[in-house]
């Protein structure tokens, strides 16, 4: 990785629990794939390619099962979002890498120790490499007994003592922001059960806000003061929108979460370019997130018809590069 990178690569996007497709959904697939196949597409194997790659998302791919972790490679550092499941296959590519040398170096931000948010942590093979170096940050109380917990023996059979890299777990309360070089991270309270906190990185005049967690309590302009300032102006939100407009003003109110109605409202307001909806319902296939989008995309359209706002579910897999202009 070059110092002149802004990068991110997403790991794990489902909430609450990890989510991997059923033999049900995949048969769905296949069953809707088929009904849109031509003579013309099964003439030879590469009009049989090139069908494959003109279906949606939904159709030939899915959005991914593991839980919460976002990886941003900026400015020559590694800073990982989040330690749910897809934390799990980052280490294993990383494996590949200088982590598989004991030559790695990253930063791991912790948004909260609900479950989802730390289960990939016992299954992260850089931590059991010695020589790799990684400082783990979180604004909770008790960070590192948190962490330590989930590894106890009634819970887990291997000690968090039991890894072999450096690490070194750092509480957010004393100070307002970090820097690494170039790169700033800062942070903002969410209102969740527990707590939970959004990230900002900017480099370069580029930034993205990873914001899961978080549930915004009332709906319209100027509601979200606070969190339009954290956000504005962000090259891509990151936003938790586990529940239906719905769900998340009435049937689930309090559970800490939030939609893609309010999330679009809010992107709209703080002038937000990419706006990735996340942390996606575990009862939810593939299918019911797509049409979720195209609800958000027409209600989008209806209150601000000339908007530039990109949204999009995000799904495993997808990296964004901030620094090529193709896709900034």
């Not at 917990?149 to 070194?168: G, L």
């Not at 409202?265 to 942390?279: G, P, R, S």
């Amino acid at each position: 990785m070059t110092s002149n990178t802004f990068r991110t690569t997403f790991k794990g996007v489902r909430g609450s629990i990890p989510t991997p497709a059923s033999s049900q959904q995949i048969e769905e697939k296949l069953s809707k794939a088929i009904d849109l196949i031509e003579p013309k597409d099964l003439e030879n194997a590469e009009s049989r390619k090139n069908f494959i790659q003109s279906l949606p998302l939904e159709i030939k791919g899915c959005y991914g099962g593991n839980s919460s972790c976002v990886l941003v490679e900026v400015g020559g550092h590694n800073l990982v979002f989040d330690a749910g499941t897809g934390m799990r296959i980052l280490g294993l590519e990383w494996l590949e890498q200088e982590f598989g040398k004991g030559k790695g170096e990253a930063h791991i931000f912790i948004s909260h120790t609900h479950w989802d948010h730390i289960m990939g942590i016992p299954f992260f093979n850089p931590f059991f490499i010695a020589g790799n170096k990684f400082t783990i940050y979180g604004a909770h109380n008790d960070l590192a007994g948190r962490l330590e917990y989930q590894q106890e023996e009634d819970h887990f059979p291997v000690s968090f003592e039991s890894f072999e890299a450096d690490i070194n777990i750092v509480q957010l309360e004393e100070t307002e922001s970090l820097e690494f070089d170039d790169v700033k991270i800062t942070w903002k309270l969410n209102y969740h059960p527990g707590d939970s906190f959004s990230f900002r990185v900017d480099y370069k005049g580029k930034s993205i806000v990873y914001a899961t967690d978080a549930e915004y309590r009332d709906f319209g302009r100027g509601k979200f003061k606070e969190e339009v300032a954290f956000f504005k102006d962000a090259d891509m939100l990151i936003f938790d929108s586990q529940y239906t407009f719905i769900e998340g003003m009435e049937e689930k109110k309090d559970w800490g979460h939030s939609s893609t109605i309010i999330g679009a409202d809010i992107a709209l307001e703080a002038n937000i370019k990419k706006l990735a909806f996340y942390h996606h319902e575990p009862n939810y296939d593939d299918f019911k997130l797509a049409e979720l989008l195209k609800e958000t995309q027409d209600y989008v359209t209806e209150v601000e018809p000339d908007n530039n706002l990109e949204m999009f579910f995000a799904y495993e897999g997808l990296t964004l590069d901030f620094l090529d202009p193709e896709n900034s």
